[in-house]
T-cell receptor, first 115, second 114 residues
Framework: NAGVMQNPRHLVRRRGQEARLRCSPM?????VYWYRQLPEEGLKFMVY????????ESGMPKERFSAEFPKEGPSILRIQQVVRGDSAAYFC?????????????FGPGTRLTVL | AQSVSQHNHHVILSEAASLELGCNYS??????LFWYVQYPGQHLQLLLK??????LVKGIKGFEAEFIKSKFSFNLRKPSVQWSDTAEYFC????????????FGKGTHLIIQP
């Protein structure tokens, strides 16, 4: 059973470009979470999605950032017009639809560098 | 809002020493508590979790943690560490519903010297 997959693992963008980060959850998981880790910081929650729905986006910046989890295909975190401050590691996690023993399984992360 | 505080950012121990990493959280309601580990070059892995029941939780690789509700604490312990325990350790919490995003501490970088 493959784990959470993220691609690309490393992404370099110039200021003003768009960054698209992909996350394929574990098989059978319908919940996806995105987190951002800045240098010397812990992971910060950004957004929580279920298939085709955003459940909680309280941690996501209001501008330039968006996320989706379509019925088919991976979840996408999209950052428009990137700035240097967006440089970070972005982690995706997935969990099954079980509220009682919710455990989030993490992917390897995408390291975004903005030049 | 929830917050998590990890007291030690860097810890250096010798092999066979005992380990205790502090974690305190701030939240007024029912919480679920987690410890994750990130070995060098690898992704986060769950060490152990607490949802309810026995406040002393045993996890993988000989780790355990104790939930003390009155102290809002969930400290991680291991009686005898090994060189392979060198890693970054993160304490995390979410609300009692269980499906919410996690609030993480800043992490503790543990180095075990042979």
């Amino acid at each position: 059973n493959a784990g959470v997959m993220q691609n690309p693992r490393h992404l370099v963008r110039r200021r003003g470009q768009e960054a698209r980060l992909r996350c394929s959850p574990m098989k059978g998981h319908s919940h996806v979470y995105w987190y951002r880790q800045l240098p010397e910081e812990g992971l910060k929650f950004m957004v929580y999605l279920q298939k085709e729905n955003i459940i909680d986006e309280s941690g996501m910046p209001k501008e330039r950032f968006s996320a989706e989890f379509p019925k088919e295909g991976p979840s996408i975190l999209r950052i428009q017009q990137v700035v240097r401050g967006d440089s970070a590691a972005y982690f995706c996690a997935s969990s099954s639809n079980t509220r009682l023993t919710n455990e989030q399984f993490f992917g390897p992360g995408t390291r975004l560098t903005v030049l | 809002a929830q917050s998590v505080s990890q007291h030690n950012h860097h810890v250096i121990l010798s092999e066979a020493a005992s380990l205790e990493l502090g974690c305190n959280y701030s939240y007024g309601g029912t919480v679920n508590l987690f410890w994750y580990v990130q070995y060098p070059g690898q992704h986060l892995q769950l060490l152990l979790k607490y949802f309810s029941g026995d406040p002393l939780v045993k996890g993988i690789k000989g780790f355990e943690a104790e939930f003390i509700k009155s102290k809002f604490s969930f400290n991680l312990r291991k009686p005898s560490v090994q060189w392979s325990d060198t890693a970054e350790y993160f304490c995390a919490v979410n609300s009692g519903g269980g499906a919410d995003g996690l609030t993480f501490g800043k992490g503790t970088h543990l180095i075990i010297q042979p």
